[in-house]
């Protein structure tokens, strides 16, 4: 019913930035947030940035002050800036997205595949 593709994770040395995308399509009535989430091996996934359909965001600590995420409403896209990147944002990333489909009245959670993101020193 609705898809989530990702794009833009990939190598990076340390300080420097990526900008990962996440498309949401599909039969969608209302998307209720948008948001991102890492893991590594052996942890869990935790969340890094989240967007409300309102535009109120919210972030790790770990995240604050070094990346930034938006949303663009039209396209039902949304965007993680990162910068300033340490070894430690190592992780593959994934796409979270809370939305209400067309044939539903309650709001359905979704992941996107995940994209690999590696900070060499």
């Known amino acids: 019913q609705v898809q989530l593709v990702e794009s833009g994770g990939g190598l990076v040395q340390a300080g420097g930035s990526l900008r990962l995308s996440c498309a949401a399509s599909?039969?969608?009535?209302?998307?209720?947030?948008m948001g991102w989430y890492r893991q590594t091996p052996g942890n869990q996934r935790e969340s890094v940035a989240r967007?409300?359909?309102?535009?109120?965001?919210n972030y790790a600590d770990s995240a604050k002050g070094r990346f930034t995420i938006s949303r663009d409403f039209a396209k039902n896209t949304v965007y993680l800036q990162m910068d300033s990147l340490k070894p430690e944002d190592t992780a593959v990333y994934y796409c979270n997205v809370v939305a209400t489909p067309f044939n539903a009245d309650y709001g359905v959670e979704y992941w996107g595949e995940g994209t690999l993101v590696t900070v060499s020193l």
């Open positions: 967007i409300t359909s309102s535009g109120s965001t």
């Open positions: 599909g039969r969608i009535y209302k998307i209720h947030f």
